[in-house]
Structures are given as structure tokens and as C-alpha cells.
């Protein structure tokens, strides 16, 4: 991702294949809700801009911890759009799994959480494969 002149890569945002697949075809194809807003995808280079060059988040609006929190799995999120993933160190966000806000509201959020869990679980990383802890302060800088 090309960042605008003078900013500079603060945190790392890493991405499976598959969330790349999505990012590249299904994200550019979605439709915003209300056709007043962005479109998702420029939602969502906005919002993977904040976080790369280290901007604050809003908690609870553009990220939190899934419950049960002890699976620390985090969702990344915009008006439209959800992206589920783990933090593998302190400022380090590997995303899994991107879909709709509707998708989330029809198929609730434990599909989501379970496929970040077990794509992560079946990667052959020194432990510990995750950052644990459900304090904003635990997984990035603010």
C-alpha cells in the first residue's frame, strides 16, 4: 500500500492469501449501505492507512477484541466492512478474513472468530503464535 508523502509505516498489517483474494475481488464488487458513504474498498484503504502509519483507533468503532476474548481474535472494522484477524506481536495485525457488515449481522461473528483460530492454530509458528491480551495497550501502540 503506497502511503501519502510524509507518512511512514508505524504498524504491520499482514494478510493471507485468501484475505488477499477477497481484498482484490469481492471487497471491490461490495456496495455500501447507505449510498451517501464511501465505497467499502476506499473504507477500507482509509482505515489500513490509519493503522499502518500509527494513527489512533477508536475502540469499539474501527476495532475490538471478539468474545471470548481468551481466543484473542480482533476485528478491524469500518461502516460496512469487518476484518477478522490476530495480532501476532505488538503492532502486528495478520488479517484472515474480510466480509460484509450484513454478512456479520446474518451469519453472526462465531464463524468468523473460529476460521481466524484455525487458520492460526494450523500455522507452524514459534509460540507464542499470538499476542494475548484483551487491552488495547497489550496489541497496538496509541
Same mark, same amino acid.
Given at each position: 500500500?503506497?502511503l501519502p508523502r510524509g507518512a511512514?509505516?508505524? &504498524?504491520? +498489517?499482514?494478510?493471507?492469501?485468501? +484475505? @488477499? *483474494? ?7 464488487? @461490495? $456496495? !455500501?449501505?447507505?449510498?451517501?458513504m464511501t465505497a467499502p474498498v476506499? #473504507?477500507?484503504?482509509?482505515?489500513? !492507512?490509519?493503522?499502518?502509519?500509527? $494513527?489512533?483507533?477508536? *475502540?469499539?468503532? !474501527?476495532? *475490538? ?5 481468551? #481466543?484473542?481474535?480482533w476485528e478491524l472494522k469500518t461502516?460496512?466492512?469487518?476484518? +477478522?484477524?490476530?495480532?501476532? %506481536? ?6 484472515? &478474513?474480510?466480509?460484509? @457488515? %450484513? !454478512? ?10 473460529? %476460521? ?10 514459534? %509460540?507464542? $503464535? +499470538?499476542? #494475548? ?10
Amino acid at each position: 500500500m503506497d502511503l501519502p508523502r510524509g507518512a511512514f509505516r508505524d &504498524r504491520d +498489517f499482514l494478510c493471507t492469501p485468501d +484475505f @488477499m *483474494h477477497w481484498l482484490n475481488g469481492d471487497l471491490r464488487s @461490495m $456496495k !455500501q449501505i447507505d449510498p451517501a458513504m464511501t465505497a467499502p474498498v476506499k #473504507q477500507v484503504f482509509g482505515l489500513l !492507512q490509519t493503522f499502518i502509519t500509527g $494513527k489512533p483507533l477508536v *475502540h469499539g468503532r !474501527q476495532f *475490538h477484541i471478539l468474545h471470548p476474548e481468551k #481466543q484473542d481474535v480482533w476485528e478491524l472494522k469500518t461502516v460496512d466492512v469487518r476484518i +477478522f484477524g490476530w495480532f501476532h %506481536e505488538r503492532n502486528r495485525f495478520v488479517a484472515v &478474513r474480510g466480509a460484509s @457488515m %450484513e !454478512q456479520c449481522k446474518n451469519d453472526g461473528y462465531a464463524e468468523f472468530r473460529n %476460521e481466524v483460530v484455525a487458520y492460526r492454530a494450523a500455522l507452524d509458528l514459534d %509460540e507464542p $503464535k +499470538f499476542k #494475548q491480551g484483551a487491552k488495547i495497550d497489550d496489541v497496538i501502540s496509541v
